[in-house]
């Protein structure tokens, strides 16, 4: 006879097939305890519906990929205003970028259900929470900027903008580079392109 630990492990392990097969909307909880081979008593035993066991499979790498993102920034922000400028000799940047491609890969099927089968769940707006977070560190990183090289101040469109394509690189490596090795190639290029692309719009003409 299974103990509740294996019954439960054995629930999100045919619920995360059942997400990943179907997305959030169209998953069946009937279909879920079918291949767990438990009635739905048993799964209302250890989850509170659908959406708590979704939660239950990405709420927890979602939790320590925003660590890992404002460690990131809270750290880049103690950067004395000159070195902002030279960002491309820190090499923060990249190592960080490659931490979180990283971790999203070693946890590959929980970040595909958040950023491509959560829709209908509270997950659904993660992506636009990610851009949130670093639209506000932007922000404070573009003052800094702007007041240090004695220039106008970047307009918010500039800094939203900035944010959704930072962010939607990721979703995009998670969405069409397999192989992580790969990502992690593509990323460090990537990110020598946005720091320059960064640098620049500071400079006086």
Known sequence: MKTDKETRDNLLRCAKQEFLEKDYM?????????????TTGALYFFFQDKEDLFANLVQEPLNRLYQIML????????YPPEMLNRLEEVG?????AKRVIHF?????EEFQLLLIKSKGSRFENCIDQFVEITEKHYR???DQM????HVPRLDDYMIHWL???HIDIFVHMLSHEQSEEEALKHIEVIVKYLIS?????????
């Open 140 to 142: 404070r990183m573009a």
């Open 163 to 165: 944010s959704h394509m």
């Open 26 to 38: 169209q998953a069946s909880l009937r279909n879920i305890c079918k291949n767990a081979g438990v």
């Open 71 to 78: 460690k990131h920034y809270n750290e880049e922000m103690e």
């Open 197 to 205: 692309g960064w640098i620049r719009m500071f400079q006086k003409e």
């Open 104 to 108: 999203m890969y070693q946890n590959l």
């Open 146 to 149: 702007c007041e240090y090289m």
């Open 92 to 96: 923060d940047d990249i190592d960080a």
